[in-house]
């Protein structure tokens, strides 16, 4: 079930998450009481509109706090609030006196660690222990500290599943928003979500509109598919709302998250059997090749992939960057037979060196690590460009294979116009909107082939090799434009 998490401080807040929730078909909202009014406490519960979950969540209640929560409790109760939160921390005494108190009452009992994530097997004896409890449902909430942490919360999920018991379980934090995506698949009972990104009421909240709208909630089970991008950083990364959007329009039983991690074997030896396939971006796109000695020919001499297929043990290899820049050159005319240079060393720069040599293009690479660029024209046997002052070679195209804007580009490109001879500039770096690089280009009359317009070919690209379907690109443009500034 769906929860939205909100702390009111008054009645008016309390109706603005019910209109959220009832917008998105949120299941329950949870009353988070730590500071609210009694007065106003009371009123929310008179509203019969949604059921409501009861939080007092303090660390340690002792004290002050200890008889604050004892009172809203005891409001909670007397009212008949549907369901009640209590912290398994506080005790079987304090525990034992609230559960006699009930009624009609349903008791989530749970657990939380804000400092890590337990192993499994540490994970099992506490719920086992928890369990002694008799409650309606139990809630292990943990800190991640490793992209790979999520994975033992959906082995926990699956380790109940011929239990008859109600288990919520999902990782706190940035790096823990997987759990909470993809807990649904796993079988968790209850998907705790905020009311928007101002108001999260745990760390590594999403918001609802987030989690309902543009992560398929409502149509994942546990036979969904799983996608995701690995890499680090991934805030920029739109391939989450390009892929979710596209499984929603071909009915495809899917999801695609962000993978953010900085260590490509130990994410695959972790979610062998739990992903299906991935995108791969900085900085893997060349590292990840040792995961496979069944690497194909093209991808081998590429010596970098962005896509990535896991089917049982093996896992294949693709490079839709370079099949996106061929498509590009096949199909303007003055991206062959030219001068081409092509700033960057990393893994695109591959592709687009391998794709611009099959057009019969002069490739010259720099790089602002000049020994990165010299390994890479060696490599590929083309020319390097040590000196943005070198004069003997007029360029009639430039690529920048970097993530764009950054001072090394601005200054070679600059140095680069000034010869005259530049007709046309492609970008690689995701910016739908006019980037520094691209407003060079066009001060100089230089024909332009935007990021936005790269990325979105080799996305569509992608998703045919994930779904075995096409999706129709002047709608994936007008859609991904619309949903730029949405954030995962």
């Given at each position: 079930?769906?929860?939205?998490?909100?702390?009111?401080k008054?009645?008016?807040?309390?109706?603005?998450?019910?209109k959220?929730?009832?917008?998105?078909?949120?299941?329950?909202?949870?009353?988070?009481i730590?500071?609210?009014?009694?007065?106003?406490?009371k009123?929310?519960?008179?509203d019969?509109?949604?059921?409501?979950i009861?939080?007092?969540?303090?660390?340690?209640?002792?004290?002050?706090?200890?008889?604050?929560m004892?009172?809203?409790?005891?409001?909670?109760?007397?009212?008949?609030?549907?369901?009640i939160?209590?912290?398994f921390?506080?005790?079987?005494?304090?525990?034992?006196?609230?559960?006699?108190?009930?009624r009609?009452s349903?008791?989530?009992?749970?657990?939380?660690?804000?400092?890590?994530?337990p192993r499994?097997?540490?994970?099992?004896?506490?719920?086992?222990?928890?369990e002694?409890?008799?409650?309606?449902?139990?809630?292990?909430?943990?800190?991640?500290?490793?992209?790979?942490d999520n994975?033992?919360?959906?082995?926990?999920?699956?380790?109940?599943?011929?239990?008859?018991?109600k288990?919520?379980?999902?990782?706190?934090?940035?790096?823990?928003?997987?759990?909470?995506?993809?807990?649904k698949?796993?079988?968790t009972?209850?998907?705790?979500?905020?009311?928007?990104?101002?108001?999260?009421?745990?760390?590594?909240?999403?918001?609802v509109?987030?989690?309902?709208?543009?992560?398929?909630?409502?149509?994942?089970?546990?036979?969904?598919?799983?996608?995701?991008?690995?890499?680090?950083p991934?805030?920029?990364?739109?391939s989450?709302?390009f892929?979710?959007?596209?499984?929603?329009?071909?009915?495809?039983?899917?999801?695609?998250?962000?993978?953010?991690?900085?260590?490509?074997q130990?994410?695959?030896?972790?979610?062998?059997?739990?992903?299906?396939?991935?995108?791969?971006?900085?900085?893997?796109?060349?590292?990840?090749?040792?995961?496979?000695?069944?690497?194909?020919?093209?991808?081998?001499?590429?010596g970098?992939?962005?896509?990535?297929?896991?089917?049982?043990?093996?896992?294949?290899?693709?490079?839709?960057?370079?099949?996106?820049?061929?498509?590009?050159?096949?199909?303007?005319?003055?991206?062959?037979?030219?001068?081409?240079?092509?700033?960057?060393?990393?893994?695109t720069?591959?592709?687009?060196i391998?794709?611009?040599?099959?057009?019969?293009?002069?490739?010259?690479?720099?790089?602002?690590?000049?020994?990165?660029?010299?390994?890479?024209?060696?490599?590929?046997?083309?020319?390097?460009?040590?000196?943005?002052k070198?004069?003997e070679?007029?360029?009639?195209?430039?690529?920048?294979?970097?993530?764009?804007?950054?001072?090394?580009?601005?200054?070679?490109?600059?140095?680069?116009?000034?010869?005259?001879?530049v007709?046309?500039?492609?970008?690689v770096?995701?910016?739908?909107?006019d980037?520094?690089?691209?407003?060079?280009?066009?001060?100089?009359?230089?024909?332009?082939?935007?990021?936005?317009?790269?990325?979105?070919?080799?996305?569509?690209?992608?998703?045919?090799l994930f779904?075995?379907?096409?999706?129709?690109?002047?709608?994936?443009?007008?859609?991904?434009?619309r949903?730029?500034n949405?954030?995962l």
């Amino acid at each position: 079930m769906l929860v939205i998490s909100a702390a009111p401080k008054n009645y008016f807040d309390y109706k603005s998450a019910v209109k959220k929730a009832k917008k998105y078909s949120a299941d329950l909202i949870e009353v988070r009481i730590e500071n609210i009014d009694p007065a106003v406490f009371k009123k929310i519960l008179k509203d019969k509109t949604i059921e409501k979950i009861v939080t007092f969540r303090k660390e340690k209640v002792s004290g002050a706090a200890l008889t604050r929560m004892r009172e809203l409790y005891s409001i909670a109760f007397s009212s008949g609030a549907e369901y009640i939160d209590i912290d398994f921390s506080w005790g079987k005494e304090i525990i034992d006196d609230l559960i006699s108190n009930s009624r009609k009452s349903k008791i989530i009992l749970s657990y939380h660690d804000f400092q890590r994530t337990p192993r499994l097997a540490e994970l099992k004896v506490i719920l086992g222990r928890m369990e002694k409890i008799i409650a309606h449902s139990y809630k292990i909430s943990v800190q991640a500290n490793k992209m790979e942490d999520n994975a033992r919360i959906f082995h926990l999920l699956e380790s109940v599943q011929s239990k008859k018991i109600k288990l919520t379980a999902h990782c706190m934090g940035e790096l823990g928003k997987v759990s909470r995506i993809l807990g649904k698949k796993y079988g968790t009972y209850l998907t705790y979500s905020s009311i928007d990104d101002e108001t999260t009421t745990a760390a590594g909240q999403l918001p609802v509109e987030t989690i309902a709208e543009y992560l398929n909630y409502h149509k994942l089970n546990r036979k969904t598919k799983v996608y995701g991008i690995i890499g680090n950083p991934l805030k920029q990364s739109k391939s989450w709302i390009f892929h979710n959007y596209g499984f929603s329009m071909n009915n495809f039983n899917g999801v695609y998250v962000n993978f953010l991690t900085d260590n490509v074997q130990s994410f695959a030896k972790t979610f062998a059997g739990l992903v299906d396939g991935v995108s791969i971006t900085i900085p893997h796109k060349e590292k990840i090749l040792s995961l496979s000695k069944q690497v194909s020919d093209l991808v081998g001499s590429i010596g970098s992939a962005n896509t990535a297929l896991f089917a049982h043990e093996n896992i294949i290899f693709y490079n839709t960057d370079y099949l996106a820049a061929k498509k590009f050159i096949c199909e303007n005319s003055y991206l062959q037979n030219k001068n081409v240079l092509i700033i960057g060393a990393g893994g695109t720069a591959r592709a687009f060196i391998f794709a611009m040599k099959e057009f019969n293009n002069n490739v010259y690479v720099t790089n602002r690590t000049i020994q990165k660029s010299k390994q890479l024209a060696q490599e590929f046997d083309v020319f390097l460009l040590e000196n943005i002052k070198q004069k003997e070679v007029n360029f009639d195209v430039v690529v920048n294979a970097t993530p764009g804007d950054n001072e090394y580009l601005l200054s070679t490109f600059k140095g680069v116009l000034k010869t005259g001879s530049v007709k046309l500039t492609m970008d690689v770096a995701l910016n739908p909107f006019d980037s520094k690089f691209i407003l060079l280009a066009e001060r100089h009359n230089c024909k332009v082939i935007n990021g936005f317009d790269f990325f979105l070919e080799q996305a569509l690209i992608q998703f045919k090799l994930f779904t075995k379907s096409n999706l129709s690109r002047n709608q994936m443009r007008k859609y991904l434009l619309r949903n730029f500034n949405q954030s995962l």
